[in-house]
């Protein structure tokens, strides 16, 4: 099982104050930086939660827990895609 980085809100902030000093992040506004930052952390947290749970809980599913399972990835993936969404800096990601 992989250990977290983002877990608390002071390593949050500090990776929101690097993010802040970046242009292409700040012309976005003075809370893109703050977004991008819990944006990761989240993100962190779901891939893991992912990886580390749900993908072997899924590898050793009967037949009957299948079901479940995928519905339960479904919604760690609307997580992801919220997360994904949410920062303007990713806006080109929407783009088609």
């Known amino acids: 099982m992989r250990q977290p980085l983002l877990t608390d809100a002071e390593t949050r ?3 929101a104050r690097k993010l802040a000093d970046v242009a292409a992040v700040s012309k976005h506004g003075d809370e893109e ?3 991008l930052a819990h944006a ?12 580390d749970d749900l993908l072997p809980r899924l590898l050793k599913a009967t037949a009957e827990e299948i079901e479940s399972l995928l519905l339960d990835v479904g919604e760690e993936f609307r997580h992801i895609l919220y997360h994904l969404a949410d920062p303007q800096f990713y806006a080109y990601l ?3």
């Open 13 to 15: 902030a500090r990776l």
């Open 33 to 35: 930086a703050w977004t």
């Open 40 to 51: 990761f952390g989240d993100l962190e947290e779901s891939f893991l939660h992912f990886l």
């Open 94 to 96: 929407r783009s088609r």
